[in-house]
Nanobody, 126 residues
Framework: QVQLVESGGGLVQTGGTLRLSCAAS????????MGWFRQGPGKEREFVAT????????YYVGSVKSRFSISRDNAKNTTYLQMNSLKPEDTAVYYC???????????????????WGQGTQVTVSL
C-alpha cells in the first residue's frame, strides 16, 4: 500500500498563488508516476498534471499548462503542484494520486491510479 497526504489548499483571490504538497509513504518503490486531479462543484474528477517518479517527465491538461507546475523532491518523497494566476474556475478539491502503471504519453485517467489522498480544498474568489 501507498499512503498519500495532501496539504496546502486554501482560499485565495483571483490571480493569486498556492502550492499543494503530497507526501507519499509505504510501498513507494512500486510507484511509476504521481498525478494531481481535481473535482469542482457539480463536476466530474478531471486530470490536472502528472510527473514521473524520477521527476524527469511531466504532462499537463491544457487549461493549466502555462499556470501550474508539478515537481518532485525525491529525498522527501513529496510531490508539489505550484499554482499561479489562479482563476475562479480552478476552485475544486484537489487530489494527489499514485500509479504503478507506465502509460504513454502519461497516465491521464483516474482509473489508472491505484492510490489516492484525501483531497484538499482550493477556493479562488473573485
Amino acid at each position: 500500500q501507498v499512503q498519500l497526504v495532501e496539504s496546502g489548499g486554501g482560499l485565495v483571490q483571483t490571480g493569486g498563488t498556492l502550492r499543494l504538497s503530497c507526501a507519499a509513504s509505504g510501498r513507494t518503490f512500486s510507484v511509476k508516476a504521481m498525478g494531481w486531479f481535481r473535482q469542482g462543484p457539480g463536476k466530474e474528477r478531471e486530470f490536472v498534471a502528472t510527473i514521473s517518479w524520477r521527476g524527469d517527465r511531466t504532462y499537463y491538461v491544457g487549461s493549466v499548462k502555462s499556470r501550474f507546475s508539478i515537481s518532485r523532491d525525491n529525498a522527501k518523497n513529496t510531490t508539489y503542484l505550484q499554482m499561479n494566476s489562479l482563476k475562479p474556475e480552478d476552485t475544486a478539491v484537489y487530489y494527489c494520486a499514485a500509479t504503478e502503471l507506465t502509460c504513454v504519453p502519461a497516465c491521464l485517467r483516474s482509473n489508472q491510479y491505484a492510490y489516492w489522498g484525501q483531497g484538499t480544498q482550493v477556493t479562488v474568489s473573485l
